[in-house]
């Protein structure tokens, strides 16, 4: 999608904002996208990737790569196949490698691990962060207010419990598209 049509559609159309952004000289870093309710959050990050130029990327497990034309037009949106199985090691080092591998990697990853109501977040996103010394971009989708917010960068430093508390609590209140789902 070009830049002109995503801010048509997105911006003009249906009437959303975007704040904030991630500074041109960050080449690497975790995008921490909260809160995750809808399927939807999914469309608002791939439009939102031509309108500020951003070059980001996705985990898909690699199944779905099995169909062609499903796994071209993944790719394309920024999609990287993955083997999810059981070793959670395993899908680290597949990860890092990348991370070591790619000039740019802007990795966005939503904590919460699921569309439903959770009480604790993923530490997985804090951890690939630490593992590949890159900064934290915390990102909000804000259906109630149509805002899409880039916050400042967080460099963690290896405190994970208090550090991801801390993500945690820049997205308590901020409206999902079901907010009874949200960041309590």
Same mark, same amino acid.
Request: glycine share 8%; aromatic share 12%.
């Given at each position: 999608?070009?830049?002109?049509?995503? #801010?048509?559609?997105?911006?003009?159309?249906?009437?959303?904002?975007?704040?904030?952004?991630?500074? @041109? &000289?960050?080449?690497?870093?975790?995008?921490? $996208?909260?809160?995750? &309710?809808? /399927?939807?959050?999914?469309?608002?990050?791939?439009?939102?990737?031509? $309108?500020? /130029?951003?070059? +980001? +990327?996705?985990?898909? @497990?690699?199944?779905? %790569?099995?169909?062609?034309?499903?796994?071209?037009?993944?790719?394309?949106?920024?999609?990287?196949?993955?083997?999810?199985?059981? /070793? +959670?090691? /395993?899908?680290?080092?597949?990860?890092?490698?990348?991370?070591?591998?790619?000039?740019?990697?802007?990795?966005?990853?939503?904590?919460?691990?699921?569309?439903?109501?959770?009480? #604790?977040?993923?530490?997985?996103?804090?951890?690939?962060?630490?593992?590949?010394?890159?900064?934290?971009?915390?990102?909000?989708?804000?259906? @109630?207010? !149509?805002?899409?917010?880039?916050? #400042?960068?967080?460099?963690?430093?290896?405190?994970?419990?208090?550090?991801?508390? %801390?993500? !945690?609590?820049?997205?308590?209140?901020?409206?999902?598209?079901?907010?009874?789902?949200?960041?309590?």
């Amino acid at each position: 999608m070009t830049k002109l049509l995503a #801010e048509l559609i997105f911006l003009k159309i249906l009437g959303w904002e975007i704040k904030g952004d991630i500074p @041109k &000289t960050t080449k690497k870093c975790v995008i921490a $996208i909260a809160p995750h &309710t809808s /399927n939807w959050d999914f469309f608002i990050g791939i439009i939102v990737r031509p $309108i500020k /130029n951003l070059r +980001s +990327s996705f985990l898909v @497990k690699k199944e779905l %790569y099995k169909f062609p034309p499903l796994g071209w037009l993944l790719t394309y949106m920024g999609g990287i196949p993955v083997d999810r199985g059981r /070793n +959670s090691s /395993n899908l680290m080092d597949q990860v890092l490698r990348i991370f070591k591998e790619r000039e740019v990697m802007r990795l966005a990853i939503t904590p919460e691990g699921t569309r439903s109501k959770v009480s #604790e977040w993923k530490t997985g996103f804090y951890r690939i962060a630490m593992a590949t010394n890159v900064p934290i971009v915390p990102c909000s989708f804000d259906f @109630k207010n !149509r805002v899409v917010h880039f916050m #400042e960068e967080f460099h963690p430093t290896g405190n994970m419990e208090e550090e991801v508390a %801390y993500i !945690r609590s820049k997205f308590v209140g901020v409206p999902g598209k079901f907010p009874e789902l949200g960041v309590d």
